[in-house]
DNA sequence: TGAAACAAGTTTGTAGCGCAAACCTGTTTT
DNA sequence: AAAACAGGTTTGCGCTACAAACTTGTTTCA
């Protein structure tokens, strides 16, 4: 008898914008605190500033994150928080997951 | 005090080859049985034939998989065994999935 | 004061990727 | 014999992730 393991077209319908690696890492960050730095959010992740920039833009263009564009003193500062729908992606995100993966101990 | 979730660097080192959804679908395909031909694949994973044969063959060449031809009569089939590295894989790419999951209830 | 180093982000350039359309080789049907 | 078909592979293309180079403004030092 085969093993029937999760249904394979799921793992398919992932949201694309958050499986990648640097934006689940950013959004995860984001999910866990009011607003956060851009070079806070460099230094936690380990991005490049280039790349975090433009993963930052991707996730606001789909609407997951917004930009906080302030000043501390006369320096600016960029600052995300991630959006009602950024939060509710992530949760979704996770709960697919959850169903692909198998039960925890596979004989 | 600051949430702090998994630690948004390790979610950078998942393993690229199998984070691809078309590739992970194929794996854990694989993973339930000792040989699948190509059609099945296909037809259970949905995907194009064109995409379905570079995925296999991204994987045989990353050594997550080998291919079988073979005839059934006299129409060639060509099937997928999963290796043990492929296994290997899998598994270790599970677990760190678990581990960037949260818990199961967040308030 | 002025030049030189520095900081925060953004834009640009490039290699690589995923995807399906087109193609190839052989088989079955009419 | 020709035409339709099946199983796969290769080709072509738009998109993506990534870092190097650039921009704008600030601080340090001579």
Redesign the interface.
């Known amino acids: 008898m085969?093993?029937?393991?999760?249904d394979?077209?799921a793992?398919?319908d992932?949201d694309?914008i958050v499986?990648e690696?640097?934006r689940?890492?950013?959004l995860?960050?984001l999910?866990?605190?009011e607003e956060v730095s851009f070079l806070f959010l460099q230094r936690?992740?380990?991005?490049s500033k280039g790349n975090l920039s433009s993963h930052t833009q991707k996730l606001e263009a789909a609407g997951y994150l917004e930009t906080v564009k302030a000043f501390q003193g006369r320096i600016p500062v960029t600052s995300f928080r991630i959006t009602e729908d950024g939060r509710t992606a992530l949760?979704a995100y996770?709960q697919q997951?959850?169903a692909?993966?198998?039960k925890?101990g596979?004989p």
């Open positions: 085969p093993k029937n393991g999760p394979p077209r793992i398919l992932l694309r499986h690696p640097a689940l890492a950013i995860t960050v999910a866990s605190a936690v992740t380990g991005l949760r996770q997951l959850r692909l993966l198998p925890e596979k």
